[in-house]
């Protein structure tokens, strides 16, 4: 081949610029709306389509396929399923706010059902299309361009009389940008057009307490909220919308107990009922949301009506507070308002587009006059002509019956008259009887009328303020022909976070009013057990038990408590109980994330407003008192609370807020005992090592502390199972015997002990063959020979031994 035929050209140049030109078809010619009419070229086509076919709102119901076709052949040159499916939209009262067609057949369903094939629906334009889009087409207010193949013409923009952009809404996805503009009230919308015409300064935010926000067609409740003000300030934003929640005592039946259920009538814009019941179903049945009891729609033809069925002992605010978190019941529809202003993309605030559509009507007014000024002043001529016949018929009769043809006549009557070649035609197609005197008279009173209408329409084009009057007239008009009750209602002065602050703050009050029970097991699951079953929990002690029960913590859920967890390397780690206890109201299987079990120590509650001193014993024998300040209370983070050197581990810790004494319990069963009191051990920082408080011999190992009240009774636990009592008075203090205390009674062999506890506390077992055993001490008698108790009564076999042992408080109050 000649090469000299080839052209070289640049791959990067040549991609940049099809995919530019490819981009800007998509942009213009599909996907963003024009600001004018609100529109895109598809919906455009098809009011246009129908209006040629003649499908006003007074005459039958057409096919859906025969608009299809006409759209398809004449103006849309894409798939038929796209513009059937722009054509349903427009159809579906739950999807556009004002339908600009009506529809005959199945045209699907807020449940996301489809719409019946084309070839089985019909339609037709709505009222409020016919007027708002369609009655100026006529009247050369728009441009007319060619159609993709030349053979049609098309109007490059219809003639809206209303701001159909904010009252229907539009959403689109271009390359490189969208536009999701939510629908609004026509009320609202026009009040504002006219508040603008008269104050022309008026700033967005006056306009938005006019407009109060987005009006969707299913209705729901818009949280009126500074993002609103700045969605109309800036043209981008946020808006919080809700489904309509009312609670009822519904009736099941005949000797049936009544119940409580929560009925949604409404559903944000766009979401799916049976998609949203689905979703629902799921989250309850994964136990993500508790306190229902039964779903079912009995939606019918008077509207929606979704039945929510509750347990007897469930939180009816929670379970609406579940429902608005974790479910789409409360949704942000993200709006921002981007259309074609002349071929580009523009963001416009609320004021641009109002201000942009009045120049837009403004300019189409005064093409309509001025098509209308014209025929006038074509009419006028005409009967002026005729005028001047009639005043001298028999001269026009003598001009007539004197011409060899209607040219001589046509060219004598204008030499004669001085009439133009219009009039002239006029005098010679007029009937005779234009001659009566009842005629001659209309005449008259025409030609005045139509100088009435003359100057009328001059006025409008050179006077501004007239024309302004006129376009708010003809607002006003519509807006009394087609307004309709705003759907969306209007929520204010409500703060999403104190709202869920109070009914947080109701549920804890409940839970504290119960005398309801906070615990952690050895699974790390976090739980709630209210004050019956939780007694019942403690009745059987000193016997085997399941090996879910065993409990590493408990405390009583009050409103001023901090939980906090402290691992082997000494951090702590904050336990978000509140918001577990509110996202879920029977708290089963919570569990705290990943923390691995074995490197946690102890789990403790802390009370804000009282001076909490954190004790923590290391592996090396340093002891250190940390005040937990308010800085730490309010910290969600973990932090370190010791610095330890290489190899050292924190062993032990507890809370102490009393003046108490310490025991420390070393391997072999020696006993250290010091008084907390500030005066004897001082606080220090969270960068300190400690204090040294016991010497190790070579093979032994610091196991356990505990604080206790003088008097106590405290018991040692041995890997084996054995149990030793010893009062805390016979114990000496270890600052005046630094080798501390060691009885020859507490004597091991081949064993060491583990935990170290006062009378006052429950201990929580763990054989390492998976036996498990909740034990009171109180209960049993030391008098006699006891040590082998757990031994005879785990009935450890062999190579069995005590893995795990968790020191519980007592709160059976």
């Given at each position: 081949?000649?090469?000299?035929?080839?052209?070289?050209?640049?791959?990067?140049?040549?991609?940049?610029?099809?995919?530019?030109?490819?981009?800007?078809?998509?942009?213009?010619?599909?996907?963003?709306?024009?600001?004018?009419?609100?529109?895109?070229?598809?919906?455009?086509?098809?009011?246009?389509?129908?209006?040629?076919?003649?499908?006003?709102?007074?005459?039958?119901?057409?096919?859906?396929?025969?608009?299809?076709?006409?759209?398809?052949?004449?103006?849309?040159?894409?798939?038929?399923?796209?513009?059937?499916?722009?054509?349903?939209?427009?159809?579906?009262?739950?999807?556009?706010?004002?339908?600009?067609?009506?529809?005959?057949?199945?045209?699907?369903?807020?449940?996301?059902?489809?719409?019946?094939?084309?070839?089985?629906?019909?339609?037709?334009?709505?009222?409020?299309?016919?007027?708002?889009?369609?009655?100026?087409?006529?009247?050369?207010?728009?441009?007319?361009?060619?159609?993709?193949?030349?053979?049609?013409?098309?109007?490059?923009?219809?003639?809206?009389?209303?701001?159909?952009?904010?009252?229907?809404?539009?959403?689109?996805?271009?390359?490189?940008?969208?536009?999701?503009?939510?629908?609004?009230?026509?009320?609202?919308?026009?009040?504002?057009?006219?508040?603008?015409?008269?104050?022309?300064?008026?700033?967005?935010?006056?306009?938005?307490?006019?407009?109060?926000?987005?009006?969707?067609?299913?209705?729901?409740?818009?949280?009126?909220?500074?993002?609103?003000?700045?969605?109309?300030?800036?043209?981008?934003?946020?808006?919080?919308?809700?489904?309509?929640?009312?609670?009822?005592?519904?009736?099941?039946?005949?000797?049936?107990?009544?119940?409580?259920?929560?009925?949604?009538?409404?559903?944000?814009?766009?979401?799916?009922?049976?998609?949203?019941?689905?979703?629902?179903?799921?989250?309850?049945?994964?136990?993500?949301?508790?306190?229902?009891?039964?779903?079912?729609?009995?939606?019918?033809?008077?509207?929606?009506?979704?039945?929510?069925?509750?347990?007897?002992?469930?939180?009816?605010?929670?379970?609406?507070?579940?429902?608005?978190?974790?479910?789409?019941?409360?949704?942000?529809?993200?709006?921002?308002?981007?259309?074609?202003?002349?071929?580009?993309?523009?963001?416009?605030?609320?004021?641009?587009?109002?201000?942009?559509?009045?120049?837009?009507?403004?300019?189409?007014?005064?093409?309509?006059?001025?098509?209308?000024?014209?025929?006038?002043?074509?009419?006028?001529?005409?009967?002026?002509?005729?005028?001047?016949?009639?005043?001298?018929?028999?001269?026009?009769?003598?001009?007539?019956?004197?011409?060899?043809?209607?040219?001589?006549?046509?060219?004598?009557?204008?030499?004669?008259?001085?009439?133009?070649?219009?009039?002239?035609?006029?005098?010679?197609?007029?009937?005779?009887?234009?001659?009566?005197?009842?005629?001659?008279?209309?005449?008259?009173?025409?030609?005045?009328?139509?100088?009435?209408?003359?100057?009328?329409?001059?006025?409008?084009?050179?006077?501004?303020?007239?024309?302004?009057?006129?376009?708010?007239?003809?607002?006003?008009?519509?807006?009394?022909?087609?307004?309709?009750?705003?759907?969306?209602?209007?929520?204010?002065?409500?703060?999403?976070?104190?709202?869920?602050?109070?009914?947080?703050?109701?549920?804890?009050?409940?839970?504290?009013?119960?005398?309801?029970?906070?615990?952690?097991?050895?699974?790390?699951?976090?739980?709630?057990?209210?004050?019956?079953?939780?007694?019942?929990?403690?009745?059987?002690?000193n016997k085997i038990i399941d090996n879910k029960n065993i409990q590493k913590f408990i405390c009583n859920i009050e409103k001023k408590i901090k939980i906090i967890g402290l691992t082997v390397n000494g951090k702590v780690f904050h336990i978000d109980w509140e918001t577990n206890i509110n996202n879920d109201y029977k708290l089963d299987n919570k569990n705290l994330g990943n923390i691995n079990p074995n490197e946690i120590i102890n789990f403790h509650s802390i009370k804000k407003g009282v001076k909490n001193y954190l004790c923590i014993l290391n592996s090396d024998g340093r002891f250190k008192k940390v005040l937990f300040d308010g800085e730490m209370i309010k910290s969600n983070r973990s932090f370190s609370v010791t610095k330890l050197k290489n190899n050292i581990k924190t062993i032990d810790s507890f809370i102490s807020n009393e003046e108490k004494n310490l025991i420390i319990l070393t391997s072999i069963g020696r006993m250290f005992k010091f008084n907390l009191s500030n005066k004897f051990l001082t606080p220090t920082t969270k960068q300190s090592q400690g204090l040294l408080l016991a010497k190790l011999l070579p093979t032994e190992k610091i196991v356990s502390c505990c604080p206790y009240q003088n008097g106590d009774n405290i018991y040692l636990v041995s890997r084996q199972g054995k149990v030793f009592c010893i009062n805390s008075d016979e114990i000496y203090y270890a600052n005046e015997y630094s080798l501390g205390y060691l009885n020859e009674k507490f004597q091991l062999k081949n064993d060491y002990f583990l935990k170290v506890l006062p009378s006052?506390?429950?201990?929580?077992?763990?054989?390492?063959?998976?036996?498990?055993?909740?034990?009171?001490?109180?209960?049993?008698?030391?008098?006699?020979?006891?040590?082998?108790?757990?031994?005879?009564?785990?009935?450890?076999?062999?190579?069995?031994?005590?893995?795990?042992?968790?020191?519980?408080?007592?709160?059976?109050?």
């Amino acid at each position: 081949m000649d090469k000299k035929k080839f052209t070289s050209i640049s791959l990067q140049e040549e991609m940049q610029r099809s995919y530019l030109e490819y981009a800007m078809s998509v942009i213009v010619g599909r996907a963003l709306p024009d600001a004018r009419d609100g529109l895109k070229p598809v919906q455009r086509r098809i009011l246009f389509a129908m209006y040629e076919l003649g499908l006003t709102p007074d005459k039958p119901f057409r096919k859906c396929a025969r608009v299809v076709g006409d759209v398809l052949g004449k103006y849309h040159p894409h798939g038929d399923q796209a513009v059937y499916d722009a054509l349903v939209r427009l159809v579906q009262n739950f999807s556009t706010r004002y339908p600009t067609l009506d529809g005959h057949g199945n045209f699907g369903s807020v449940d996301n059902d489809p719409p019946a094939a084309m070839r089985y629906t019909e339609t037709r334009l709505a009222p409020i299309a016919h007027k708002g889009f369609l009655e100026e087409i006529g009247l050369e207010t728009v441009n007319f361009s060619n159609n993709f193949d030349g053979s049609q013409k098309e109007p490059e923009v219809l003639p809206a009389q209303l701001p159909f952009l904010l009252l229907n809404g539009s959403s689109g996805i271009a390359v490189g940008m969208a536009t999701n503009i939510p629908p609004h009230n026509l009320e609202e919308i026009v009040d504002a057009l006219i508040a603008l015409i008269e104050n022309k300064d008026l700033t967005n935010k006056k306009l938005s307490n006019i407009i109060k926000g987005p009006d969707f067609p299913t209705g729901g409740e818009l949280i009126f909220n500074r993002a609103i003000e700045e969605l109309y300030e800036t043209g981008k934003g946020s808006v919080t919308i809700r489904g309509v929640i009312n609670t009822e005592e519904i009736n099941l039946g005949k000797g049936k107990h009544k119940k409580n259920a929560l009925i949604i009538t409404e559903l944000p814009f766009q979401i799916s009922k049976a998609g949203w019941i689905e979703k629902l179903a799921e989250l309850v049945n994964s136990g993500k949301i508790n306190g229902i009891s039964d779903i079912r729609d009995e939606s019918d033809r008077d509207g929606m009506r979704i039945v929510i069925e509750l347990k007897k002992d469930s939180n009816s605010e929670l379970v609406i507070s579940n429902l608005y978190k974790k479910t789409t019941l409360q949704t942000n529809f993200g709006a921002i308002f981007l259309a074609l202003i002349k071929g580009k993309p523009v963001q416009l605030n609320l004021k641009e587009y109002l201000s942009y559509f009045l120049e837009f009507r403004e300019e189409t007014i005064r093409k309509r006059t001025n098509y209308f000024l014209i025929n006038t002043l074509e009419k006028l001529e005409i009967l002026n002509g005729l005028s001047k016949a009639t005043k001298d018929i028999k001269k026009v009769i003598e001009i007539i019956e004197g011409s060899e043809n209607s040219a001589e006549a046509k060219s004598k009557l204008i030499n004669h008259f001085f009439l133009s070649e219009k009039q002239a035609n006029s005098v010679l197609d007029m009937p005779l009887k234009r001659l009566t005197n009842l005629e001659r008279n209309q005449i008259i009173l025409d030609i005045k009328k139509l100088k009435e209408k003359k100057d009328y329409f001059q006025k409008l084009l050179t006077d501004r303020k007239i024309l302004l009057k006129l376009l708010t007239e003809e607002l006003i008009i519509l807006k009394k022909k087609f307004n309709v009750k705003r759907r969306t209602k209007i929520l204010k002065n409500i703060d999403q976070n104190e709202e869920l602050e109070t009914i947080n703050n109701q549920i804890l009050e409940e839970l504290i009013n119960k005398k309801t029970k906070l615990f952690i097991d050895n699974r790390l699951y976090l739980k709630k057990m209210i004050l019956n079953n939780y007694k019942k929990s403690f009745e059987d002690v000193n016997k085997i038990i399941d090996n879910k029960n065993i409990q590493k913590f408990i405390c009583n859920i009050e409103k001023k408590i901090k939980i906090i967890g402290l691992t082997v390397n000494g951090k702590v780690f904050h336990i978000d109980w509140e918001t577990n206890i509110n996202n879920d109201y029977k708290l089963d299987n919570k569990n705290l994330g990943n923390i691995n079990p074995n490197e946690i120590i102890n789990f403790h509650s802390i009370k804000k407003g009282v001076k909490n001193y954190l004790c923590i014993l290391n592996s090396d024998g340093r002891f250190k008192k940390v005040l937990f300040d308010g800085e730490m209370i309010k910290s969600n983070r973990s932090f370190s609370v010791t610095k330890l050197k290489n190899n050292i581990k924190t062993i032990d810790s507890f809370i102490s807020n009393e003046e108490k004494n310490l025991i420390i319990l070393t391997s072999i069963g020696r006993m250290f005992k010091f008084n907390l009191s500030n005066k004897f051990l001082t606080p220090t920082t969270k960068q300190s090592q400690g204090l040294l408080l016991a010497k190790l011999l070579p093979t032994e190992k610091i196991v356990s502390c505990c604080p206790y009240q003088n008097g106590d009774n405290i018991y040692l636990v041995s890997r084996q199972g054995k149990v030793f009592c010893i009062n805390s008075d016979e114990i000496y203090y270890a600052n005046e015997y630094s080798l501390g205390y060691l009885n020859e009674k507490f004597q091991l062999k081949n064993d060491y002990f583990l935990k170290v506890l006062p009378s006052n506390y429950y201990l929580d077992i763990e054989t390492n063959k998976n036996k498990s055993a909740r034990l009171d001490f109180k209960k049993i008698n030391f008098k006699s020979n006891k040590t082998t108790f757990l031994i005879d009564f785990l009935k450890l076999d062999k190579g069995e031994y005590l893995e795990n042992c968790f020191r519980l408080e007592s709160f059976l109050d």
